[in-house]
């Protein structure tokens, strides 16, 4: 299956790795997480994911526990979860298309597919893999004509 084309003007699912990189830097991707307008999605696992790494992220960081609950906090306010029964129907296909490899990153991509969605991830294999548009923070950053 071909991927489409990227857009940003539907919903956007936003993988672990671009979520765990705006947790432990101030830096462009956050503030497109944060103020960007787009419609971001995410599985719901992921938050669970963050609480269990909370000790590392934070020490990884350098934030305090306050500011480090204050942006997680921000960050779910900003970012609706995809239900797991979304997920579940479309996680065969989402498996196939990315093979063995791809297991950690099937909930992303079933996520996408079931809401129609862009992928945005940092993983270049992954861009390759996905039956869905994908995404990486310099073609949001270029899409969105963030200087």
């Known amino acids: 299956m071909t991927a489409r084309s990227p857009r940003l003007d539907g919903p956007v699912v936003v993988d672990a790795n671009v979520l765990f990189g705006a ?22 696992h992921i938050w669970s994911e963050f609480e269990r790494n909370r000790t590392y992220l934070l020490k990884k960081s350098r934030a305090t526990d306050a500011a480090f609950s204050l942006l997680l906090d921000s960050l779910r306010d900003r970012i ?24 950690l990153d099937a909930p992303y991509v079933a996520a996408a597919l079931a809401l129609g969605a862009t992928l945005w991830t940092q993983d270049k294999e992954l861009k ?20």
């Open 80 to 103: 609706a979860d995809v239900p797991l029964t979304l997920i579940r129907e479309r996680m065969e296909e989402a498996t196939e298309n990315l093979g063995s490899t791809g297991s």
């Open 23 to 44: 947790l432990l830097r101030d830096g462009t991707t956050r503030h497109l997480l944060l103020y960007g307008g787009l419609a971001l999605h995410t599985p719901s």
């Open 128 to 147: 390759r893999k996905a039956p869905v548009p994908v995404v990486s923070t310099a073609d949001v950053v270029a899409a969105l004509g963030v200087p």
